[in-house]
């Protein structure tokens, strides 16, 4: 979608999946089964919250699957809130917001008390464990009964350090071969942001607020599980795993 701006707008979305797929080139398959555990728990017109929400990856995915869903993004990242706002520009169906996922008071400014189905994905994993278990109670009290919660990152077993090495080793060795390839990684995507003429205002102010990364924890998917139990979801499991990664499920 091109706006006033003259911004490709879904140039910029294709270019961040080819550069999130050079780290996770099972990406799309995460989506699909993110997607079929909503339509199977809560129906093909859900209203969800894109928690994280970045480009507004899942609500694009979302909404090509289910056209009568709404969605509401969330985010702190004012280059890619940039993208989604562009790219969703006139779609009744989508709002962003703009909030701190640490703040205690991020949700009172969305538009809904409640959603159907809370998701996110590659995200969290920049919070440490005491503010993500604290926004995982946040995010119970925002899910109806009956309502899900999913996160699809990095959850790594540290009881398995010879399987964690080798899968790392082997991952590491294909990604750079896809970048011998041309494929562009985290830093090269955000230099070419820095030099849109668009984006390059909140790209400085997105570093302004992150740094080049965060350092956060990467907890198993049965951390994950437990404390989403304990934070007033039903149930909770992986319903989809890579060596690597996990997709979390839990219920209200």
């Excluded at 159907?116 to 590659?122: G, K, M, Y």
């Excluded at 109670?137 to 964690?164: K, Q, W, Y």
């Excluded at 090495?165 to 060795?173: F, I, L, S, T, Y």
Aim: proline share 5%; charged share 25%; glycine share 6%.
């Amino acid at each position: 979608m091109t706006t006033s701006t003259g911004t490709d707008w879904s140039a910029w979305q294709e270019s961040w999946d080819r550069q999130q797929e050079w780290y996770m080139p099972d990406r799309e398959e995460r989506f699909r089964i993110m997607l079929d555990m909503v339509e199977a728990l809560v129906g093909t017109a859900p209203r969800v919250l894109d928690l994280a929400c970045g480009t507004g990856t899942i609500t694009a995915r979302l909404l090509r699957r289910f056209p009568e869903a709404t969605s509401t993004g969330v985010d702190l990242d004012p280059a890619l809130l940039a993208i989604a706002r562009g790219t969703f520009e006139g779609d009744g169906r989508v709002s962003f917001v703009t909030a701190d996922l640490k703040d205690p008071d991020w949700a009172a400014k969305l538009p809904y008390d409640s959603y159907d189905a809370v998701l996110t994905a590659t995200a969290l994993h920049w919070l440490h464990k005491a503010p993500l278990a604290a926004l995982y109670g946040r995010v119970a009290e925002l899910v109806r009964d009956g309502g899900v919660f999913m996160n699809a990152d990095h959850m790594i077993d540290e009881s398995t350090p010879r399987i964690n090495a080798a899968e790392r080793a082997q991952r590491h060795a294909r990604m750079d071969q896809a970048k011998r390839d041309g494929a562009l990684d985290w830093a090269q995507w955000w230099q070419l942001a820095a030099e849109d003429p668009v984006l390059a205002e909140p790209t400085a102010r997105r570093f302004e607020i992150y740094g080049e990364h965060a350092d956060g924890d990467t907890p198993s998917a049965a951390w994950h599980a437990a404390v989403l139990k304990e934070k007033g979801f039903a149930e909770a499991r992986a319903v989809w795993a890579s060596p690597s990664d996990s997709l979390l499920l839990a219920v209200k």
